[in-house]
C-alpha cells in the first residue's frame, strides 16, 4: 500500500501576481525619498510658535503655515529655527484650531530670506 502525502493530493494554489512596489516619492526639497508617517494637508494659514522654555516677556513669533499632518507640520519662518528646539505651536481659530508641542526637524533657507521648517508634533 502506498502512503500519499497530504501536500500531493491538494492540488496548487493559485497566488495573485506579484505587484510591483510602488516608486519612491520624492519630497518637495529634492532630497530623496518621501519619510513621512501620513498624508500632509496643504494650508496656508497663520500660526504662533514659541519656545517651550520661553520666558513670559518672551513675544510668541508669528509664521506661515504650508501643510499639516497627523504627525508634524510645515512652515515658513522669518528667522532660523534649529534643528531639535521644541516650540508650543498654535495653528487657526474657532472649531479649526491645534494647539500643540513640536521639535524642530528641518530648516532650509529659501531665496526670499525666509526659511522652511518642519516640525515632528511630541
Do not use: W
Amino acid at each position: 500500500m502506498r502512503t500519499t502525502n497530504i501536500r500531493e493530493s491538494r492540488p496548487p494554489l493559485n497566488h495573485a501576481p506579484a505587484v510591483p512596489a510602488a516608486p519612491a516619492e520624492v519630497s518637495s526639497s529634492g532630497g530623496g525619498r518621501d519619510r513621512r508617517r501620513s498624508h500632509r494637508e496643504p494650508v496656508v494659514t497663520t500660526g504662533t510658535i514659541k519656545p517651550v522654555d520661553y520666558k513670559e516677556s518672551a513675544p510668541p513669533r508669528q509664521v506661515l503655515v504650508t501643510d499639516v499632518s497627523l504627525h508634524g507640520v510645515g512652515l515658513r519662518s522669518p528667522a532660523d529655527l534649529i534643528t531639535g528646539t521644541r516650540y508650543f505651536i498654535e495653528i487657526g481659530v474657532g472649531p479649526l484650531y491645534l494647539s500643540s508641542r513640536m521639535t524642530v526637524v528641518r530648516s532650509l533657507p529659501r531665496s526670499d530670506g525666509t526659511f522652511d521648517v518642519g516640525g515632528e508634533f511630541c
